[in-house]
């Protein structure tokens, strides 16, 4: 089991910049994909970026080349670095780790482990 902790939410105004990180503890030699998604009010929750292992990425078309995912493994942390932020980007964003290297692809497995959340808002 892998629990995770997101950090770094926060209020902007547009065009700004946020780092959101996600501390992960558990049975971490099991992860094959960690990602990050968001789910706005009243929307699905939606894939954001994902980072396997060795260090391959995969965005969503609304945010390639404005967000960055990292994965500091000696840390146990993971990071997305989000730049030009527009209104559009305001919703919870979550951590999640999973066995399944579908989730690299946004399609995370009924066991993925998911962290609590944390609020991004974009003001114009």
């Known amino acids: 089991q892998v629990q995770l902790v997101e950090s770094g939410g926060d209020s902007v105004q547009v065009g700004g910049s946020l780092k959101l990180s996600c501390k992960v503890t558990?049975?971490?030699?099991?992860?094959?994909?960690m990602g990050w998604y968001r789910q706005a009010p009243g929307i699905q929750r939606e894939f954001v970026a994902a980072?396997?292992?060795?260090?391959?990425?995969n965005y969503a078309s609304s945010v390639k080349g404005r967000f960055t995912i990292r994965r500091d493994t000696a840390k146990n942390m993971a990071y997305l670095q989000m730049d030009g932020l527009k209104p559009e980007d305001t919703a919870v964003y979550y951590c999640?780790?999973?066995?399944?290297?579908?989730?690299?692809?946004?399609?995370?497995?009924?066991?993925?482990?998911w962290g609590q959340g944390t609020q991004v808002t974009v003001s114009s």
């Open positions: 558990g049975s971490i030699f099991s992860i094959a994909a």
């Open positions: 999640n780790a999973d066995r399944s290297l579908n989730n690299f692809y946004g399609r995370p497995s009924d066991n993925a482990s």
């Open positions: 980072i396997q292992n060795g260090g391959a990425a």
